[in-house]
T-cell receptor, first 107, second 114 residues
Framework: RKEVEQDPGPFNVPEGATVAFNCTYS??????FFWYRQDCRKEPKLLMS???SGNEDGRFTAQLNRASQYISLLIRDSKLSDSATYLC????????FGTGTRLQVFP | DVKVTQSSRYLVKRTGEKVFLECVQD?????MFWYRQDPGLGLRLIYF???????EKGDIPEGYSVSREKKERFSLILESASTNQTSMYLC?????????????FGPGTRLTVL
């Protein structure tokens, strides 16, 4: 079983839609998490950090459920520019990356 | 802004060649990392360093070595390139020696070994 698991997608959604991704992790010792965004053929860039129950930044909301060991990322009012792969990362003694969920927003 | 640069965006080498991938960061970060990224496998840690002349093996160090002679520079070396080392190589850096926190990535080097 992978330490961090994500649905690879793709999630195809129209502009303006709300979309949510889940990510499950196996190491209960993970105390914090990141969501990174990676555009095609580009490097990952930090989208948001999750240190407690959740975090919100504009249209993006991350929630952490420690009991069920999953983190979710909610994107409201999707834009074409949100099209990317979203990487879930668990923090232990190193960063453990999921393989990513691909989002495609269409007009 | 943190800037991490890598020496090449694309590289084509032949089996058996020695390959050097260079990474430089300009934010005085203590920690530097080398990953490879493959479809379906995600990012896998090859080597990392928390200080000059210090190196630690990651999850997949076989076939690779590293060098950190200066704080800002971390080099990945493929001693004898093989076709299964064809991949995207990503360098990253972070602050606070030994602390696991946000990492900043370079643009990546797409290496093809023929």
């Amino acid at each position: 079983r992978k330490e961090v698991e994500q649905d690879p997608g793709p999630f195809n959604v129209p502009e303006g839609a709300t979309v949510a991704f889940n990510c499950t992790y196996s190491n209960s010792a993970s105390q914090s998490f990141f969501w990174y965004r990676q555009d095609c053929r580009k490097e990952p860039k930090l989208l948001m950090s999750v240190y407690s129950s959740g975090n919100e930044d504009g249209r993006f909301t991350a929630q952490l459920n420690r009991a069920s060991q999953y983190i979710s990322l909610l994107i409201r009012d999707s834009k074409l520019s949100d099209s990317a792969t979203y990487l879930c990362v668990a923090v232990t003694d190193k960063l453990i990356f999921g393989t990513g969920t691909r989002l495609q927003v269409f007009p | 802004d943190v800037k991490v640069t890598q020496s090449s965006r694309y590289l084509v080498k032949r089996t058996g060649e020695k390959v050097f991938l260079e990474c430089v960061q300009d934010m005085d970060h203590e920690n530097m990392f080398w990953y490879r990224q493959d479809p379906g496998l995600g990012l896998r840690l090859i080597y990392f360093s928390y200080d000059v002349k210090m190196k630690e093996k990651g999850d997949i160090p076989e076939g690779y070595s590293v060098s950190r002679e200066k704080k800002e520079r971390f080099s990945l070396i493929l001693e004898s390139a093989s076709t299964n080392q064809t991949s995207m190589y990503l360098c990253a850096s972070s602050s606070l020696a030994g602390v696991v926190n946000e990492q900043f990535f370079g643009p990546g080097t797409r290496l093809t070994v023929l």
